[in-house]
């Protein structure tokens, strides 16, 4: 895949859903909610402060991140469903 986020964008993909609740119960597709963790791909070169420097992203490409739930653009790359997001929306770094 050749595709590079620009500024403070990364680009992310949603881990897979559990298909089973914590009770045991195997859920379909539709009665699952998108995951709100995904693993970063991608990362832009960074913010531009108000002096004009770029500011370095705080997340890294391999890292696995917590978003929002509707956080991010929706597109497809390569057949794989991807987001796409500024680093803003990102809430935190998992592990």
Do not use: C, N, Y
């Not at 995951?35 to 370095?56: F, I, N």
Request: glycine residues 12%.
């Amino acid at each position: 895949m050749k595709f590079r986020p620009l500024h403070d964008r990364i680009l992310v993909k949603r881990v897979e859903a559990e298909e089973k609740s914590a009770g045991g119960i195997i859920l379909p597709d539709t009665a699952q909610e998108k995951p709100m963790e995904g693993k970063v791909l991608a990362v832009g070169t960074g913010h531009k402060d108000e002096d004009g420097k770029v500011r370095p992203l705080d997340v890294k490409k391999g890292d696995l991140v917590l978003f929002g739930k509707w956080s991010g653009t929706e597109v497809k790359i390569d057949g794989d469903d991807l987001l796409i997001m500024k680093e803003s929306d990102v809430m935190g770094v998992i592990g």
